[in-house]
């Protein structure tokens, strides 16, 4: 058994769940967010990167959320984009240095 087209048929699989759901119930914006972060973050966990999975799943819903309740992305926006390019760089520094 092909465990790599196993794990991405999974991922796939929840992408077209969420997308069935978000067609019956008409609610494209910002569900589109949490089904884009729940299949990507089932394929980073599936190939065991964790750390990527709830990344993956904290950015769309972190957008989605902001999204929902209306607050000013102008304000909050470039604080989250400036944050996780921290982590990014931090991230990156460190594994190399390792």
């Known amino acids: ?13 929840i992408f077209l769940i969420g997308l069935g759901i978000l067609i019956v119930t ?7 967010l949490f089904v884009l972060g ?3 973050g089932a394929d980073r966990a599936f190939r065991g990167n964790y750390g990527q999975a ?5 950015l769309c819903f972190a957008i989605g959320l902001l999204s929902a309740v209306d607050l000013p992305w102008h ?7 400036i944050s996780l390019g921290a982590v990014a760089v931090t991230q990156g520094v460190l594994s190399k240095e390792g």
């Not at 008409?26 to 589109?32: H, L, N, S």
């Not at 304000?75 to 984009?81: E, N, Q, S």
Request: aromatic share 12%.
């Open 1 to 13: 058994m092909n465990t790599k087209r196993t794990k991405s048929g999974i991922a796939g699989g």
């Open 26 to 32: 008409g609610g494209w914006y910002p569900g589109v």
């Open 54 to 58: 709830v990344t993956a799943l904290a």
């Open 75 to 81: 304000i909050f926006g470039p604080f989250i984009l």
């Open 38 to 40: 729940l299949a990507i």
